[in-house]
């Protein structure tokens, strides 16, 4: 079984093991305001004997190896020409954490390395910084000497490490559409990537979800082209202003799988796309102006385009380095090669080498990738200068990240400290900005002297407003953990009831006292997840991956009579016609982050106001999607109405 499904279903269990343990099922309500964790992280240790860690290598060389000294002073085509086919083989994979060691890479010196750290609570940064630096000694103490690069998704801020703040997904930033804090959110990640020593950052993602149903809509900024591009390159300058490598990702068509079409039993994930030309077009054009800001790396979809798969798309690939003129790395996403037309993951090495990939991601078998483009090429079924052309690229982007001047990035010199007020800041100012009314038909304002109940499973959760990609893949809600998934900002919850005891309202959460009360804010969602499990054909806020107990809070607040607010947290425009009518005020959170409490508590007590607009059509159900019809259009705003 695939690791990730694998994983999905282990974390699956856990919940379900929680669940059944009522002491764990929630955080004890407290009132107490959140505590915002102060800069006090120190400065990285950079690697010397004592602080690699103490189970590898052992031997540690000292003082610790540096790039091989003939590959001083040459260009990437020199150093390739002194290379031999096995040493140009291992560059072009990627293999992962978990499976590969630091012998292998001492043994084999394997191109790159990639996270995937499915352990709640996430180590931290330091902790990262000397895997990272072991592997970066194992590698350069190998024969072949080039150092390796590390590479993680992080997507909405640094992700599977602890202490740093969780930006809003990119569903939110669309609907934010706040070019400039992009980019300093670009600059904050790209720091904080520093610390850790990953400098490849799989990011941003720049598909255009045209069709909700999608697991991973909400990694889409916008399902317009228009609204992606400025945001996408603002977000990658920003990374590349602290030399980090991006990786816009994934080329190309992903957001425009047709419904029903996904890979093996997944509903729309991974499956086939069907594009008009000038959707064609719009989405080269996105890549092309990623191109022409410099990036050096970009990621091939899961999903086909008519048929064939975009790993082996050779026109595309082809076209992108040639008519393009993208002069950086290809990479393959995880394990997709393997479900290319070959008959044998051989079949599929040898055709995507030849398509034009040049690296491959590869879970467990980064290995046979590598024996297999060697045993193609010796077989003359690759050629020495296709070879030579990906391992010159792979060499190019480790020079453009500073690597062969500085493998240990001991000069680096982060913009902002780890997890800064003003990292918090830029957050709760992007999730404010990012919230969008569909609904408002009173003032949302809280006020002094007011009694205001609070329900709903959304409201207490800090997991359920970061969703997927959060520390693990699938990211966790505190409600199945048992305690809280993120500790770096507040539930909306707590953030209310801090705002509570500042201006002087009161905040209720027994339901024997909701008639005792002036309002409802309510607060329902969706749970987290990520990829294909987000996928689902019911996409309604009491639907499939609707968190338990959004009907039962629905009922409550109707049952109540009062004026109710409804705020939603979820990853894409769930669906809500059987309910808004007993909604006085309804609010689309999407996936805030950590400073997604703050936010709304930023919104309700007139803090802020609302400056959000849809970035993706809101449908009233799911037979307009696909139609041209739908119930708010892209830049809606209720308080545009008002
Ligand atoms: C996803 C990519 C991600 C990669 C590494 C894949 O399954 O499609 O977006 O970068 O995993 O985590």
Redesign the pocket.
């Known amino acids: 079984m695939n690791y990730?499904r694998l994983v999905s279903v282990i974390l699956a269990s856990i919940f379900v093991l929680n669940a059944a343990s009522c002491s764990l099922r929630r955080p004890t309500e407290s009132t107490a305001a959140p505590e915002i964790p102060s800069n006090t992280i120190e400065a990285p240790t950079l690697p010397s004997e004592s602080t690699v860690e103490t189970t590898v290598p052992t031997a540690t060389p000292e003082p610790t190896p540096g790039v091989k000294p003939t590959y001083i002073g040459l260009s990437a085509e020199e150093i390739v020409e002194l290379m031999t086919l096995e040493e140009k083989a291992s560059q072009m994979v990627q293999g992962t954490n978990y499976n590969l060691s630091r012998d292998e890479m001492s043994a084999n010196c394997y191109g790159s390395v990639?996270s995937?750290d499915g352990n709640w609570p996430s180590i931290e940064y330091s902790r990262w910084h000397n895997i990272i630096s072991n592997y970066q000694i194992a590698a350069l103490s190998s024969d072949t000497g080039i150092p390796f690069i590390y590479g993680n998704?992080c997507l909405h801020g640094l992700n599977m490490v602890i202490g740093n703040t969780i930006f809003p997904h990119n569903i939110n930033l669309g609907a934010a559409n706040d070019v400039e804090l992009m980019r300093e959110m670009g600059v904050i990640t790209g720091s904080n990537m520093l610390y850790t020593g990953m400098l490849w950052n799989?990011a941003p993602?720049v598909a255009a979800a045209q069709d909700p149903r999608w697991g991973r809509t909400y990694e889409s900024y916008s399902s317009d082209n228009s609204i992606i591009e400025p945001l996408a390159l603002a977000f990658t300058e920003g990374l590349m202003d602290q030399g980090i490598i991006p990786c816009p990702?994934?080329f190309f068509g992903d957001g425009y799988v047709v419904f029903g079409t996904g890979e093996g039993d997944n509903l729309i994930d991974r499956g086939d796309a069907s594009m008009t030309q000038d959707q064609i077009d719009e989405c080269l054009a996105l890549y092309q102006s990623l191109i022409d800001l410099g990036v050096q790396s970009i990621?091939i979809s899961?999903s086909s385009l008519d048929g064939t798969k975009m790993h082996e798309y050779e026109f595309y690939i082809n076209y992108l380095k040639t008519e393009m003129g993208f002069e950086g790395v290809v990479l393959s996403?995880?394990d997709s090669i393997h479900n290319c037309s070959g008959e044998t993951l051989k079949d599929n090495v040898i055709h995507c080498v030849n398509c034009g990939i040049d690296m491959f991601?590869e879970e467990t078998t980064y290995e046979e990738v590598r024996d297999y483009i060697i045993e193609g090429v010796n077989e003359g079924l690759i050629s020495e200068e296709r070879i030579n052309d990906a391992v010159t690229r792979i060499l190019k982007m480790k020079m453009a990240a500073g690597l062969f001047e500085d493998p240990y990035q001991e000069s680096r010199t982060p913009a902002y400290d780890f997890n800064s007020d003003h990292e918090h800041e830029v957050a709760r100012t992007l999730a404010t900005e990012s919230m969008v009314p569909l609904k408002l038909n009173s003032d949302v304002t809280l006020t002094e002297g007011m009694r205001v109940f609070v329900t709903g499973p959304a409201s207490d959760d800090t997991g359920v407003l970061c969703g997927g990609w959060t520390y693990v893949w699938q990211g966790g809600s505190d409600a199945d953990l048992g305690m809280r998934w993120c500790a770096e900002g507040p539930s909306i919850l707590r953030a209310l009831q801090t705002a509570a005891d500042e201006i002087g309202f009161e905040i209720v959460t027994d339901e024997s006292e909701i008639d005792t009360c002036d309002v409802v804010i309510l607060v329902v969602g969706e749970m987290p997840y990520a990829?294909w499990l987000g996928d689902s054909e019911d996409i309604s806020i009491t639907g499939a991956l609707a968190l338990e107990g959004n009907l039962e809070a629905i009922e409550l607040a109707a049952n109540s009579g009062l004026p109710t607010t409804t705020l939603i947290v979820a990853g894409r425009n769930v669906i809500i016609s059987d309910y808004i009518d007993s909604w006085d005020n309804v609010i689309m959170c999407y996936l805030p982050g950590s400073e997604g409490g703050n936010a709304v508590a930023d919104i309700l007590t007139g803090n802020a106001t609302f400056s959000g607009h849809l970035a993706m059509p809101y449908y009233s159900s799911v037979d307009q999607i696909g139609t041209g019809r739908y119930w708010l259009g892209i830049g809606y705003s209720a308080a545009d109405e008002a």
Do not use: A, G, R, T
Request: contains cysteine; aromatic residues 22%.
């Open positions: 990730k990639l995937y998704d799989f993602c990702k994934h990621m899961h996403d995880w991601m990829e």
